[in-house]
């Protein structure tokens, strides 16, 4: 298979794949998924050939993502997207539990209303009014 790219589309794939494999890798230690690890080094293998020596290291030979790469903004996307989905996740669990819900309901929308309520709270005020009785 041959896939032909502009040195900016291998530029955002680069982007896509640092960040798929940090979400199906990252938090699983030394379980982590090695076909994808594989698939990274060799997307990044071909960095210093489209011009984009600084974006690779290879430590043991093996082509990985550099700290400039890492330290470009990568982890910024990262970020938003991890507090997007902790809120979201956030909204609906304590909107669940508001609600006494522990599959799908019937009508949506009593849940989706309360989800809203809480996604319009956390963007006002973040966690700041959040509180947590045991």
């Not at 011009?51 to 290291?57: A, C």
């Not at 993502?65 to 890492?70: E, L, N, R």
């Not at 809120?87 to 309360?114: K, M, Q």
Request: proline share 5%; glycine share 6%; with cysteine.
């Amino acid at each position: 298979m041959t896939i032909e790219l502009t040195d900016l589309e291998y530029r955002r794939l680069l982007d896509l794949v640092y960040v798929g494999n940090w979400i199906l890798n990252s938090a699983r230690g030394r379980d982590r998924i090695g076909d994808y690890d594989y698939m990274e080094s060799k997307i990044f293998s071909y960095a210093p050939k489209c011009g984009m020596k600084s974006l690779v290291q290879t430590p043991f030979g093996v082509p990985k993502p550099s700290k400039a790469f890492q330290e470009g903004g990568i982890h910024e996307a990262i970020c938003d997207y991890e507090d997007a989905v902790f809120f979201e996740i956030l909204a609906e669990e304590l909107a669940r539990r508001d609600l006494n819900l522990f599959g799908e309901p019937e009508d949506p929308a009593p849940l989706n209303n309360r989800i809203e309520e809480y996604m319009q709270e956390f963007e006002a005020n973040g966690l700041e009014n959040l509180s947590v009785d045991f």
